[in-house]
T-cell receptor, first 110, second 111 residues
Framework: GQQLNQSPQSMFIQEGEDVSMNCTSSSIFNTWLWYKQDPGEGPVLLIALYKAGELTSNGRLTAQFGITRKDSFLNISASIPSDVGIYFC??????????FGQGTTLQVKP | EPEVTQTPSHQVTQMGQEVILRCVPISNHLYFYWYRQILGQKVEFLVSFYNNEISEKSEIFDDQFSVERPDGSNFTLKIRSTKLEDSAMYFCASIALYEQFFGPGTRLTVL
């Protein structure tokens, strides 16, 4: 079945640093989504990408949909303590079904 | 801003008991989903629902699971006879076009 490989698994960075995480897959997806999950809560959508090669920003977040439609990255610039959480990539199929990556746990040291 | 809501936030049950998890999707959305997240693991697809019927289900979604949209607003997931391994966060999600919005989840604990 479809699987996403997300890396890194965890990151521990200093406040103000930039962060980069990525997802790769052997399958093609129509849409890539990046979510953030805080403890005990549901995933919250950060960025949605619809076209191969698309680069989209949302404040300090930037994400790109790979040309091959099999990968995506998320960058967070100038990290702040509230960026702490688990970040998930998700590939969306035509049916709407989401396949999630394993998550990247981000910790930010003030 | 419209949001997906879920009740209860936490459900504790004995093994073998039936549970019903409830969701109210965003009102103009047409596609509905249930996902599961075992503690510390990734979110996994369970089932999708459109036009009052299941459109796709995963291998996790066996005969013990069922979904229903009993009225115009609620969307429920029933587990007929819970097992210890059903303990997880269960998320409902809905979608209008492309962007899938998740509810806050129900934490199910099976003892």
């Amino acid at each position: 079945g479809q699987q996403l490989n997300q890396s890194p698994q965890s990151m521990f960075i200093q406040e103000g640093e930039d962060v980069s995480m990525n997802c790769t897959s052997s399958s093609i997806f129509n849409t890539w989504l990046w979510y953030k999950q805080d403890p005990g809560e549901g995933p919250v959508l950060l960025i949605a990408l619809y076209k191969a090669g698309e680069l989209t920003s949302n404040g300090r977040l930037t994400a790109q949909f790979g040309i091959t439609r099999k990968d995506s990255f998320l960058n967070i610039s100038a990290s702040i303590p509230s960026d702490v959480g688990i970040y998930f990539c998700a590939g969306q199929l035509l049916t709407g079904k989401l396949i999630f990556g394993q998550g990247t746990t981000l910790q930010v040291k003030p | 801003e419209p949001e997906v809501t879920q009740t209860p936030s936490h459900q504790v049950t004995q093994m073998g008991q039936e549970v019903i998890l409830r969701c109210v999707p965003i009102s103009n959305h047409l596609y509905f989903y249930w996902y599961r997240q075992i503690l510390g693991q990734k979110v996994e697809f369970l089932v999708s629902f459109y036009n009052n019927e299941i459109s796709e289900k995963s291998e996790i979604f066996d005969d013990q699971f069922s979904v229903e949209r009993p009225d115009g607003s609620n969307f429920t997931l029933k587990i007929r006879s819970t097992k210890l391994e059903d303990s997880a966060m269960y998320f409902c999600a809905s979608i209008a076009l492309y962007e899938q919005f998740f509810g806050p989840g129900t934490r199910l604990t099976v003892l």
